[in-house]
């Protein structure tokens, strides 16, 4: 008799488990689905705004047989004052890195000397900002030199630029 009414309710709990296992999946799991959706979706809303607008070509590697150099007039600019409280000086040597078999060279090329008045207003501005002791570290001036590749880049509107070169001498 035990034995039986052992069976007896291993099959009630049995039926329970199947029973809440079915009312699980009915009631939670389109739930979690929707809530999969949405985080999907925002997700890529998120991803979309974090792209850059400026074209991407089919290239977006370079050789370095395919580069020129185009050297920029060497500047000078007054630094942000730091800790020490002095008037800290830089001499600016720049030079931008042009792909010239980029689909925007033929057009933008011959508009780069015309607009190097604006390139050396984005050099000089970037590194003023900036104190001696920032200009010393490499990760800042990482971070100016890159600032600056993302000026001129969004000045023309293209990628045909593809890297600068900034030298400082500090005075």
């Known amino acids: 008799m035990k034995k ?3 069976a007896v309710l291993i099959l009630i709990l049995t039926v329970v488990n199947i029973t809440l296992t079915a ?3 009915f ?3 389109p ?3 929707q809530t999969d959706n949405l985080i999907t979706r925002l997700m890529q809303i998120i991803d979309l705004e974090l792209e850059s607008p400026l074209p991407t ?14 050297e920029l007039e060497e500047m000078q600019t007054n630094l942000a004052k730091g800790d020490d ?3 800290h000086y830089a001499q600016i040597r720049a030079s931008l890195t042009i792909n010239t078999k980029d689909e925007d060279y033929k057009t933008l090329g011959p508009k780069v000397d ?6 050396r207003s984005y050099i000089i501005s970037e590194t003023s900002r900036c104190t001696f002791e920032e200009l010393n570290t490499t990760e800042k001036k990482e971070e100016v030199k890159q600032r600056i590749l993302d000026d001129i880049q969004t000045l023309f509107g293209s990628r045909f630029i593809v890297d600068v070169t900034v030298d400082y001498l500090f005075q």
């Open 4 to 6: 039986n009414m052992l």
């Open 23 to 25: 009312v699980l999946m």
């Open 27 to 29: 009631t939670v799991l």
């Open 31 to 33: 739930n979690a689905k």
């Open 57 to 70: 070509g089919a290239n977006t590697t370079w050789s370095i047989e395919d580069v020129e150099k185009y």
């Open 85 to 87: 409280g002095k008037v």
């Open 114 to 119: 015309t607009m190097k008045s604006d390139i």
